[in-house]
C-alpha cells in the first residue's frame, strides 16, 4: 500500500548527500514503500532541503525495527549528555 | 509479432500548457496502433517504469509516461524528484488530469495513431487512472492496486480526496487489477467501488489475485509475485485488445 502519510519535522543542522555538504531545513519520515530495500515498506527518513533543489537530500530506508532502535538511541544519547550540551 | 520498438524522452505539453518530460515508447511497423498513458508509481519515473512502457510498445501500442514530478525537480534521480514531491504534499489531482490530457493529446497526434486511447497507472498511479477515467474522454482504463479511491488514509494530505463520488463520470470500460493481500485498497474497497461502478451501468471488470498483495506488477520490488503478474499481464493484453487495437 501507499500510506501517503508523512511527518515534516523542521531541521537545524547539516547533511551530506551525493553532492557533499548541505544545510538541512526539514526532514520527511514516513512508512512506505523504499526505493532500494528489499521490503514491501520501511521507515523512510529524508534529509532535504528544498531550497537547494531535489538532490540536497540524504536518504534511509530502515526496516520497522531498526527505526525503532534509532529512535531509542537518539533519546539515549541525548538524555545522557552532560549538563548544557543540549 | 516483432516486438521491435523505438524508446525516447520527449517533452510534451502537460497541465496548463507546462512543458514536461515524458518517455516514449511506440511500435516500429505495426501501424496502426493505439496510446497507452502509462501513470507511474509513487516512488517516480523510474527504470522499472519506463521498462513497462517499453512492454507496451513491444506489444503493439504507443505508450507515453509523463513526468509527474518534472515540474520541480527537472533532471533530478526518480527517487530525489520523489521524495522532493512527497515533502510538498504530492501531487495535486488537478495537474494530474492535465498532463494525462496532454499525454492522450501528444499520443493521437503520432503519425500511425488509431486516435484510441488508454490509461493505466499503478500504485498512486492506479488511483490517479481512475481520476483521469472520470474526468477526461478515454477509450479505456487500468487501474492496478490503487489505493485512496474509496477510502483516504489517515495521515493523508487534506487535499486528496476519495474518488468513488466520480464513479458516474467514468468515460470509459475500467479494467482493476488488485491484491487479495492489500490493505490499501482492500478487497472489501474495490467490491465497494465495482458496486459503485455497478449502480451506473459503467462496464468494468476487476480481478483480485490471491498470494498477491501491493506492487505485484513490480519486478525489482520484494512485493513481485510472478503468477498474478503473469496474469494480471495477459487481462491487460485482453483488455487493451478489445478496446484500443485496430483500425480507429
Given at each position: 500500500m501507499c500510506t501517503y502519510a508523512t511527518e515534516h519535522?523542521?531541521?537545524?543542522?547539516?547533511?551530506?548527500?551525493?553532492?557533499?555538504w548541505f544545510r538541512l531545513s526539514e526532514v520527511s519520515v514516513y512508512l512506505d514503500h523504499p526505493a532500494h530495500a528489499l521490503a514491501d515498506h520501511t521507515l523512510n527518513i529524508d534529509f532535504i532541503n528544498p531550497a537547494e533543489?531535489?538532490?540536497?537530500?540524504?536518504?534511509?530506508?530502515?526496516?520497522?525495527?531498526?527505526?525503532?532502535?534509532?529512535?531509542?538511541?537518539?533519546?539515549?544519547?541525548?538524555?545522557?549528555?552532560?549538563?548544557?550540551?543540549? | 509479432m516483432n516486438e521491435a520498438l523505438t524508446a525516447e524522452t520527449v517533452m510534451m505539453k502537460g497541465h496548463n500548457d507546462d512543458e514536461v518530460e515524458a518517455y516514449l515508447a511506440r511500435p516500429?511497423?505495426?501501424?496502426?496502433?493505439?496510446?497507452?498513458?502509462?501513470?507511474?508509481?509513487?516512488?517516480?519515473?523510474?527504470?522499472?517504469?519506463?521498462?513497462?512502457?517499453?512492454?507496451?510498445?513491444?506489444?503493439?501500442?504507443?505508450?507515453?509516461?509523463?513526468?509527474?514530478?518534472?515540474?520541480?525537480?527537472?533532471?533530478?534521480?526518480?527517487?530525489?524528484?520523489?521524495?522532493?514531491?512527497?515533502?510538498?504534499?504530492?501531487?495535486?489531482?488537478?495537474?494530474?488530469?492535465?498532463?494525462?490530457?496532454?499525454?492522450?493529446?501528444?499520443?493521437?497526434g503520432l503519425a500511425g495513431s488509431n486516435g484510441k486511447i488508454g490509461v493505466i497507472g499503478y500504485c498512486s498511479g492506479g488511483r490517479q487512472s481512475f481520476l483521469?477515467?472520470?474526468?477526461?474522454?478515454?477509450?479505456?482504463?487500468?487501474?492496478?492496486?490503487?489505493?485512496?479511491?474509496?477510502?483516504?488514509?489517515?495521515?493523508?494530505?487534506?487535499?486528496?480526496?476519495?474518488?468513488?463520488?466520480?464513479?458516474?463520470?467514468?468515460?470509459?470500460?475500467?479494467?482493476?487489477?488488485?491484491?487479495?493481500?492489500?490493505?490499501?485498497?482492500?478487497?472489501?474497497?474495490?467490491?465497494e467501488l465495482s458496486s459503485a461502478l455497478d449502480e451506473f451501468g459503467k462496464a468494468h471488470e476487476f480481478h483480485t489475485f490471491t498470494g498477491a498483495g501491493h506492487a505485484f506488477f513490480s519486478v525489482d520490488r520484494a512485493s513481485y509475485r510472478v503468477e498474478a503478474a503473469v496474469e494480471g499481464w495477459q487481462k491487460v493484453w485482453a483488455f487493451f485488445g478489445k478496446h484500443l487495437a485496430g483500425q480507429g
Amino acid at each position: 500500500m501507499c500510506t501517503y502519510a508523512t511527518e515534516h519535522v523542521p531541521a537545524s543542522g547539516s547533511g551530506k548527500g551525493a553532492n557533499g555538504w548541505f544545510r538541512l531545513s526539514e526532514v520527511s519520515v514516513y512508512l512506505d514503500h523504499p526505493a532500494h530495500a528489499l521490503a514491501d515498506h520501511t521507515l523512510n527518513i529524508d534529509f532535504i532541503n528544498p531550497a537547494e533543489g531535489p538532490s540536497a537530500r540524504v536518504a534511509v530506508e530502515l526496516s520497522a525495527q531498526t527505526a525503532i532502535a534509532l529512535a531509542r538511541a537518539i533519546e539515549s544519547a541525548l538524555a545522557s549528555a552532560p549538563p548544557g550540551l543540549v | 509479432m516483432n516486438e521491435a520498438l523505438t524508446a525516447e524522452t520527449v517533452m510534451m505539453k502537460g497541465h496548463n500548457d507546462d512543458e514536461v518530460e515524458a518517455y516514449l515508447a511506440r511500435p516500429d511497423g505495426m501501424e496502426p496502433f493505439g496510446g497507452v498513458v502509462v501513470i507511474h508509481h509513487m516512488p517516480g519515473y523510474d527504470s522499472g517504469s519506463k521498462e513497462i512502457s517499453r512492454k507496451f510498445a513491444a506489444h503493439g501500442y504507443a505508450a507515453l509516461m509523463p513526468n509527474l514530478y518534472y515540474r520541480d525537480s527537472p533532471g533530478a534521480s526518480p527517487d530525489d524528484a520523489a521524495a522532493a514531491a512527497r515533502a510538498k504534499g504530492g501531487i495535486p489531482d488537478r495537474q494530474l488530469v492535465g498532463d494525462v490530457a496532454g499525454a492522450a493529446a501528444f499520443l493521437r497526434g503520432l503519425a500511425g495513431s488509431n486516435g484510441k486511447i488508454g490509461v493505466i497507472g499503478y500504485c498512486s498511479g492506479g488511483r490517479q487512472s481512475f481520476l483521469a477515467a472520470c474526468s477526461l474522454t478515454l477509450d479505456a482504463a487500468v487501474d492496478c492496486y490503487g489505493g485512496a479511491v474509496v477510502r483516504v488514509p489517515a495521515g493523508a494530505p487534506a487535499s486528496m480526496k476519495p474518488l468513488i463520488g466520480l464513479s458516474k463520470q467514468l468515460s470509459c470500460p475500467l479494467l482493476g487489477l488488485f491484491g487479495a493481500d492489500d490493505q490499501f485498497p482492500t478487497p472489501a474497497e474495490t467490491a465497494e467501488l465495482s458496486s459503485a461502478l455497478d449502480e451506473f451501468g459503467k462496464a468494468h471488470e476487476f480481478h483480485t489475485f490471491t498470494g498477491a498483495g501491493h506492487a505485484f506488477f513490480s519486478v525489482d520490488r520484494a512485493s513481485y509475485r510472478v503468477e498474478a503478474a503473469v496474469e494480471g499481464w495477459q487481462k491487460v493484453w485482453a483488455f487493451f485488445g478489445k478496446h484500443l487495437a485496430g483500425q480507429g
